[in-house]
């Protein structure tokens, strides 16, 4: 059985008998979470397989983008509940001091950069052109005819998001044969967009060679005669919300490596941003607290557990009245004192090397997701392509013998999830066939530790 449940808030899953009241404010919209999705789930897969009387019947997760970081986070949230999980384009790293916030932006810009160097440097110098052009007497109204605008253009800005827009999803849907993923595109799109910018003739202005690459994406069926800046033809609403709360994700743009404007990600205003839009304030950390990623306050949550229980156990305690009494905040001043007198690197060493119940601990939890992943977590297939933007921010190495990167070099956005084509290269067949035989080997164990404990 394959079974495609739909995430709270999204489709027509939406709570409040409405999505205009589901919508409505952030006491409504405070119920779209990751957490409260991944126990939807978990909720439906034990319902329906009590209902079908399936309960020993195994379950693989599949997902893409952040489908692929939910079916991750669920097996290790729920590892009773799947047995393994394919999490494909899946950026669980994306986050706040795991990743440099340049890398996605990096990684659009190479996969222009590649297919033409002239085709990048035309978008790099476009930004300047783009605002010149702004400030100009009636330059909103030229920039307006020049890019085909419905409305009369209020502000650069908006025409810059508009840009920024496509060359993201380009590089993440760069697939090599025709697709309507996003919008209705070629093979290879960045190609065909950097032929038209490169292809115009000599006096073509900056912008309108822009204008001619753009269209690609927003146009390439010929069929539009104007654009809306502010349509979201995606569906994103839900998703803006999240990237308020919980899925804050920094991003900043490099001088030399990128295309895009110089700038570094600014919490301050994003933070500003999200309070005028939803009236919340960003959770920046919450994530990686709730699923495991943040090496420096995992550490030190690490550390003032490993002096508790060693200043307990030195002190003559026994674990019923270390857990029991009711002496910890006196405790807590002693660890602080503690940290603060020797330092974080040096208690470390003192902790696991002289104290004994610390090298009991020591050895089960260590503060980055990797070690999480290997301590915490089993079967799960992390499987990304190059070419996509949010590679960068996903799992790209081996783990464990069950926690398996799978990367190609000429692959994009969740390509192994899309539907099979005779069109599919070699390397993409391969890919599918490895992920097959991995996910056989997970149900093949299971089915026989099941069958080993009913004979016993």
Same mark, same amino acid.
């Not at 899953?13 to 978990?42: C, H, I, M, W």
């Given at each position: 059985? $394959? ?74 949230? %729920? ?95 760069? %697939?090599? %044969? ?14 065909? $967009? ?53 899925? $804050? ?63 307990? %156990? ?89 926690? $398996? ?52």
């Amino acid at each position: 059985m $394959v079974l495609f449940p739909e995430h709270r808030y999204y489709g027509e899953s939406v709570p409040f008998g409405s999505r205009e009241v589901a919508y409505k404010n952030a006491s409504t919209l405070s119920y779209l979470t990751a957490e409260q999705a991944l126990a939807d789930f978990a909720v439906l897969i034990t319902d329906l397989k009590r209902n079908l009387s399936a309960q020993a019947c195994p379950v693989v997760l599949f997902g893409g983008s952040y489908g692929g970081m939910l079916a991750a986070w669920m097996r290790l949230k %729920y590892p009773h509940v799947a047995i393994g999980a394919l999490a494909s384009s899946a950026p669980i790293l994306q986050f706040e001091n795991i990743v440099p916030p340049e890398t996605f932006y990096n990684l659009v810009s190479n996969d222009f950069k590649r297919e033409s160097t002239s085709c990048f440097n035309t978008i790099k110098e476009s930004w300047d052109a783009l605002l010149s052009e702004g400030l100009k007497k009636n330059g909103l109204v030229q920039l307006t005819k020049t890019f085909h605008l419905c409305r009369e253009l209020k502000s650069t800005e908006d025409l810059a998001d508009w840009l920024d827009s496509a060359y993201s999803y380009l590089a993440m849907v760069d %697939y090599p %044969y025709p697709s309507a993923f996003m919008m209705p595109l070629p093979g290879y799109p960045i190609r065909e $967009v950097c032929k038209r910018i490169d292809g115009c003739p000599n006096g073509t202005t900056i912008l309108e060679r822009i204008f001619e690459g753009i269209s690609v994406y927003y146009n390439y069926t010929g069929e539009l005669h104007c654009f809306e800046l502010d349509d979201d033809p995606h569906g994103l609403d839900g998703w803006n919300w999240q990237a308020c709360t919980e899925m $804050v994700m920094p991003m900043s743009s490099s001088h030399d490596q990128s295309m895009y404007p110089t700038y570094d990600f600014n919490y301050s205003s994003f933070q500003e941003g999200c309070w005028e839009e939803f009236g919340v304030i960003p959770r920046p950390r919450w994530i990686t607290t709730e699923f495991g990623g943040q090496k420096d306050h995992f550490a030190v949550s690490y550390l003032l557990l490993l002096v508790f229980l060693n200043v307990m %156990y030195l002190g003559g305690w026994t674990w019923k009245q270390m857990f029991l009494r009711r002496r910890i905040r006196i405790y807590t001043c002693v660890m602080i004192g503690k940290i603060n007198a020797i330092g974080v690197k040096t208690s470390m060493q003192v902790l696991t090397t002289r104290m004994p119940i610390t090298r009991a601990f020591s050895t089960m939890i260590r503060p980055d997701i990797k070690t999480a992943l290997e301590t915490f977590g089993s079967n799960i297939i992390f499987s990304n392509g190059l070419l996509d933007p949010w590679s960068g921010g996903s799992v790209l190495q081996n783990i464990s013998e069950t926690i $398996v990167a799978l990367v190609t070099e000429e692959g994009a956005h969740h390509l192994d999830l899309r539907p099979s084509t005779p069109e599919d290269p070699d390397w993409l067949v391969e890919q599918r066939e490895t992920e097959v035989k991995l996910i056989k080997g997970w149900i093949d164990d299971y089915l026989g530790e099941k069958k080993t404990a009913y004979s016993m």
